[in-house]
């Protein structure tokens, strides 16, 4: 069956980094659009970052430009997401997403908080 599984959050004081992973499998990985959402408390999900199919290009929220970096390894069928310069502000659960024009599956989410 479909799998997302995230890893990589955790506790990280302000300025500090986290890698984020997610594990695919159950699908063809290579064939779907990968993005990293994220969701703090009391807010609506937002869209952090999205790498196309073969890593060609990618996007950001503007909150998120020049310190985050998305890159994905088809062969390992896993997607990353680089967290640099930290901010309290960037604390919420962070889910993957896998997406094609009729598919749409999420992952179950990992906690990165950022406190001193």
């Known amino acids: 069956q479909v799998q997302l599984v995230e890893s990589g959050g955790g506790l990280v004081q302000p300025g500090g980094s986290l890698r984020l992973s997610c594990a695919a499998s159950g699908f063809t990985f290579s064939s779907y659009v990968m993005s990293w959402y994220r969701q703090a408390p009391g807010k609506e999900r937002e869209l952090v970052a999205v790498i196309t199919r073969f890593g060609g290009s990618t996007e950001y929220a503007d909150s998120v430009k020049g310190r985050f970096t998305i890159s994905r390894d088809n062969a390992k069928t896993t997607v990353y997401l680089q967290m640099n310069s930290l901010k309290p502000e960037d604390t919420a659960v962070y889910f993957c997403?896998?997406?094609?024009?009729?598919?749409?599956?999420w992952g179950q989410g990992t906690q990165v908080t950022v406190s001193s």
């Open positions: 997403n896998a997406k094609t024009k009729d598919l749409n599956y």
